[in-house]
């Protein structure tokens, strides 16, 4: 049963009435994220500074109250969908840049701020904050922290960990603690930073975040390469990644998503082609010219079709078509199992071969694309939720896809993280030790449960 927030003593009453919603019409907008899941939380509370938000924990914490932290709901498994009779602590509102320091190269932001906001703030001062997923326009920076987002150029440049220099936290129980701060170095004590870098809201609520910049880079150039192969495109990752150059970006789309991309909106991708890789390269005008030609060399010696966006318009359009992707795959159906495995580069070959046999073995479209530069594939499973067989079939084609994966020395997840939708499948990679160890961490952190419960254990609910 739902808690009954406002009907008792007022000092028994959940604190900022004045920004918490009960209404279910209120809470519907909060019941899911961008993965199939869904659940009907008790409250939305919109703190809008830390204290607010140590104000709700330390009430929760007091009468064990599940909370769960909310950016903007993108999340692709289930980690902001409410937990039972939970208060979603909804963090929009918490959406200020709070210092460009461009002397020490940080940015100190709260963690409702939209990743693509801080980016053009920045870019507008001469310096680069390089993650960049590719809901970057309207994801925010605490979800990127809770997830340790990446993006396209994170085979460059990393991901979102290799940027947090420091942290405020709001633990379970209403303490705040600070990790790191503006340094760029630092050892004292356990790196508690990374700790809290990708625990999916399961360890306390971030506050502040301090991120490290860079110099925004003089040029960059971006090629688009066209196979008819679907083999020469995973050999040209291959090659240009042995080559010693370092792409800013590597992208690669199949043959099915060019085809949904297209159907979505018309960006003149090629509809005949078995598949596309989208390249930049980056740096001094020097340097990117003499990569550019490199690169190219290496796509035509392996039957591509390379053109460059000659400027800013067509470079754009070319990333809105890869960004469009995820929403034009619901064209082809329904339902889509979206799964980010990662494999050692070089085994990328291997693993689109391996997801050729399991689509054909159970008769199901399976649509690949995603940051081959670091291996990271997006898989996704076109189905149908209500066609029972085939939905079945998908989810066993997850643990076949899941077992390719490990065999060839990957990953399950390179980005989205575990949450509800991959929580099954976390004793597939982890040993019972390193499983133990992390619960045990969750118990040293959060000792009653209530902090985001039910997410990335199995054996939680
Ligand atoms: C079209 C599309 C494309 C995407 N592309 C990429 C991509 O290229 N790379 C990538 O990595 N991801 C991608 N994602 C997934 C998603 O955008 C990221 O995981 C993002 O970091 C989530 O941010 P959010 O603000 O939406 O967080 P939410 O979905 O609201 O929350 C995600 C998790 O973070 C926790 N959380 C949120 N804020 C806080 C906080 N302040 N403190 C503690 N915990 C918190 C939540 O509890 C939850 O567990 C994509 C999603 C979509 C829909």
Known sequence: MAFKFFRKKKEDALPLRHRTATEKEDLFCYGFDASSMQGEPSAVVKPVSTDEVSQVLSYA????????????????????VPAKDSIILSLDGMNRVLEIDKKNM????????????????VEAEGLFYPPDPASMNFCTLGGNVAENAGGPRAIKYGVTRD?????????????????GGKTYKGVVGYDLTRLIVGSEGTLGVVTKIFLRLLPL??????????????EDAASTVAKITSSGIIPRTLEFMDHEAILAVEQYKSFGLPVDAEALLLIEVDGSHSAVSEETGKVASICTSLKGKVSIAEDMFARQRIWEARR????????????????DIVVPRGKIPEMLRALRDISEKYGLKIVNFGHAGDGNIHVNIM????????YQKAKVAVEDIFRATLKLEGT????????????????????????GMMKAIKKAFDPDGIMNP???FPDTT
């Open 61 to 80: 914490s007091g009468k064990k109250i599940p909370v769960v932290p909310r950016g903007a709901g993108t999340g692709m498994t289930g980690g902001a």
């Open 106 to 121: 940080v940015a100190v932001v709260e963690p409702g701020v939209i990743n693509g906001h801080l980016q053009g703030k």
């Open 163 to 179: 940027y947090v220099l420091g942290l405020e936290v709001v633990l379970p129980d209403g303490r705040v603690m600070m990790t």
């Open 217 to 230: 880079p003089e040029e960059t150039v971006t090629l688009l390469c066209m196979y008819s192969r679907l």
């Open 324 to 339: 469009s992707i995820s929403p034009a795959l619901y064209r082809i159906k329904p339902t889509k199992i979206n799964e």
């Open 383 to 390: 189905t149908d939720k209500n066609d029972e067989d085939e």
């Open 412 to 435: 399950i997840s390179g980005e989205h993280g575990i949450g509800l939708t991959k929580k099954q499948y976390i004793g597939m990679e982890l040993s019972e030790t390193s499983l």
């Open 454 to 456: 039910g997410k990335m």
